[in-house]
């Protein structure tokens, strides 16, 4: 059994030795070094990369309800001062996964202690949430299946909202999202003859306005849920005066409320793009990068985590409309079908994530287990020893 201090200084540890997507190796060496003492039914290590699985199982049968947390840092430098800052140059836990661990960690102590009732729970930590890969590699991984959740729950602390406060929603809860990549290519020539040349320069910029467009356009054709486009990032040719540009770059985050949107946006944008790049006579070619599917709470998922709230009297709220930030968590609601994911304010003054000087706040760490504990008693029951 952990204590509300021994847990803020895991959380502080944590916080003092971030690891990059997908090279989370001590961290999850010092997560399953906790785990050790709770005697957990099953161990899976590695899952996914550096993933974790703890299971506990009920005496009687009954749901598999898996509770996910991340174990990866941002590639921020930290500004705080405090005496547990990073220590790590260049990285730092500035979207407060340290504090998911934490709370994800507290279930276990508990869960050590008392069993649940019927079926399973498992607590997983994946790796690489923040390039949206980590959930798809716990998941494709063979040993997943036998973990096989028929309920998946989460939460994301969300500066903004009063502290300790949930939010929450059926539907929709993290817009799917992706960066796409355009290639661009004709042919340089020497600056004093580009007729001799083929120039991206025209096509690149009709791209950018044409791209800018289609979520109005996208929105006449009566898709379901919002949609935006932001481009990010472009390049043309390379610095030499003496030299017209033969290739081109423009990156766009594409961003859509439900999944069907999003594949949507990537058609007509794929669309747009090529019909430009012809009438320029250029080739063109397409990437994709850290793709997020929507995160889509179940109805029941979200009525479990209303639940738990009224009954730990934790205030809540009912979003009207999806967050605009993505979440790889979908992957796990995809395959379970019932659950959710839900926001825990931490504090309406609070840095915003990913900010150099965000961090967790310690008091989330209760709340939050209190919450997941009262979902795992609706779904596995609780054999309270204590």
């Known amino acids: 059994m952990l204590n509300l201090n021994e847990l803020i200084t895991l959380r502080k540890a944590l916080h003092q030795n971030p690891e990059l997507s997908n090279q989370e190796q001590e961290t999850a060496a010092r997560i399953l070094n906790v785990f050790q003492t709770f005697s957990a039914d099953e161990t899976y290590t590695d899952l996914?990369?550096?993933?974790?699985?703890?299971?506990?199982?009920g005496s009687e049968s009954g749901p598999t309800t898996l509770i996910r947390s991340e174990l990866d840092a941002l590639p921020i430098e930290e500004i705080n001062t405090f005496a547990?800052?990073?220590?790590?140059k260049g990285v730092s836990h500035k979207c407060g996964h340290d504090g998911h661990m934490s709370i994800v960690t507290s279930l276990g102590a508990e869960l050590s202690k008392?069993?649940?009732?019927?079926?399973?729970?498992?607590?997983?930590?994946?790796p690489a949430e923040e390039?949206?890969?980590?959930?798809?590699?716990?998941?494709?991984?063979?040993?997943?299946?036998?973990?096989?959740?028929?309920?998946?729950?989460?939460?994301?602390?969300?500066?903004?909202?009063?502290?300790?406060?949930?939010?929450?929603?059926a539907g929709t809860f993290n817009c799917a999202s992706r960066g796409m990549i355009i290639h661009l290519k004709g042919k340089t020539s020497h600056a004093a003859h580009p007729e001799n040349g083929v120039s991206p320069a025209n096509a690149m910029c009709k791209i950018i306005q044409g791209l800018g467009e289609l979520p109005s356009t996208i929105a006449d054709q009566e898709i379901q849920g919002r949609n935006w486009l932001t481009v990010i990032h472009a390049k043309l040719g390379e610095i030499a005066f003496g030299t017209a540009p033969g290739e081109a770059v423009v990156m766009v985050t594409l961003r859509s409320e439900t999944n069907e949107g999003m594949q949507t946006l990537i058609e007509q944008a794929e669309t747009?793009?090529?019909?430009?790049?012809?009438?320029?006579?250029?080739?063109?070619?397409?990437?994709?990068?850290?793709?997020?599917?929507?995160?889509?709470?179940?109805?029941?998922?979200?009525?479990?985590?209303?639940?738990?709230?009224?009954?730990?009297?934790?205030?809540?709220?009912?979003?009207?409309?999806?967050?605009?930030?993505?979440?790889?968590?979908?992957?796990?609601?995809?395959t379970a079908n019932e659950g959710a994911m839900f926001a825990l304010g931490s504090g309406e003054t609070s840095p915003q994530l990913h900010n150099p000087d965000y961090d967790f706040p310690d008091k989330l760490i209760p709340i939050g287990r209190d919450i997941f504990l009262n979902i795992i008693r609706q779904l596995n029951g609780i054999r309270d020893k204590s």
């Open 48 to 57: 996914g990369g550096t993933g974790l699985a703890f299971v506990f199982n």
């Open 84 to 88: 547990y800052r990073s220590k790590v």
């Open 114 to 126: 008392n069993r649940p009732q019927r079926g399973r729970v498992i607590l997983c930590f994946q």
């Open 131 to 169: 390039t949206g890969l980590g959930a798809i590699q716990v998941v494709n991984d063979v040993r997943f299946a036998s973990l096989n959740p028929d309920y998946a729950f989460a939460l994301h602390n969300f500066p903004g909202l009063a502290l300790g406060k949930v939010a929450v929603r």
């Open 272 to 334: 747009c793009s090529h019909l430009i790049a012809n009438k320029e006579n250029l080739s063109i070619a397409f990437e994709y990068a850290d793709v997020f599917q929507a995160s889509v709470n179940s109805q029941q998922g979200c009525d479990l985590v209303v639940n738990a709230c009224q009954t730990t009297q934790t205030p809540f709220l009912l979003l009207e409309e999806p967050m605009r930030w993505s979440e790889d968590f979908g992957q796990f609601t995809a």
